[in-house]
């Protein structure tokens, strides 16, 4: 399994454009989880989807921020216009439905917004 | 609110010593618990997972405890060596991932 694939690993662009991260869960993982990691705030969840259906998008910071899930094999943030406070590395993380299973985590992708 | 809190935010200590980790949490409703390793610059390392139901789970030389009822988890880390080196985090499951603000290690040679 090559697990949880996140794209790009690094991304920097200018403020005020789109940005989209992509990833691709596990096969056979029914939850996928967006978050983003800051040195001043942590970890902090920003959406989580069970069989493809957004269940908790509370942690998303602003209207600009948006995600969606199509397939069970595909996700997307996307951040729309971007902002240089939105600097961070934005993880990507699937796992089987139920109170048994972990979590496994991509590699992220390491955003720079200048 | 689900709140997870981690002692020390870091510590460095000489290789070859036995070292604790320690995580509390105010709300013991959760379905298990994960100790992950984090590597600067890279992503999230399952290390240990403690199921609700389950005192503790060892691989290798790490331990990780788990006690709902005083709202604790310790993760043991045996015979440190300087590759131990990293930031270890805890995070808690109730659906979602709850993770506390992490320790980071330094296992001097």
């Known amino acids: 399994d090559a697990g949880v694939i996140q794209s790009p690993r690094h991304e920097v662009t200018e403020m005020g454009q789109e940005v989209t991260l992509r990833c691709k869960p596990i096969s056979g993982h029914n939850s996928l989880f967006w978050y983003r990691q800051t040195m001043m705030r942590g970890l902090e969840l920003l959406i989580y989807?069970?069989?493809?259906?957004?269940?908790?998008d509370s942690g998303m910071p602003e209207d600009r921020f948006s995600a969606k899930m199509p397939n069970a094999s595909f996700s997307t943030l996307k951040i729309q216009p971007s902002e240089p406070r939105d600097s961070a590395v934005y993880f990507c993380?699937?796992?089987?439905?139920?109170?048994?299973?972990?979590?496994?985590f991509g590699s992220g992708t390491r955003l720079t917004v200048v | 609110k689900q709140e997870v809190t981690q002692i020390p935010a870091a510590l460095s200590v000489p290789e070859g010593e036995n070292l604790v980790l320690n995580c509390s949490f105010t709300?013991?409703?959760?379905?298990?618990l994960q100790w992950f390793r984090q590597d600067p610059g890279k992503g999230l390392t399952s290390l240990l997972l403690?199921?609700?139901?389950?005192r503790e789970q060892t691989s290798g030389r790490l331990n990780a405890s788990l006690d709902k009822s005083s709202g604790r988890s310790t993760l043991y880390i045996a015979a440190s060596q300087p590759g131990d080196s990293a930031t270890y985090l805890c995070?808690?499951?109730?659906?979602?991932?709850?993770f506390g603000q992490g320790t980071t290690l330094q296992v001097k040679p």
């Open positions: 995070a808690l499951s109730t659906g979602k991932l709850i």
């Open positions: 993380a699937s796992s089987p439905i139920g109170p048994n299973y972990g979590y496994t």
């Open positions: 989807f069970n069989n493809n259906v957004p269940i908790d």
């Open positions: 403690i199921q609700s139901s389950q």
């Open positions: 709300d013991s409703a959760i379905y298990n």
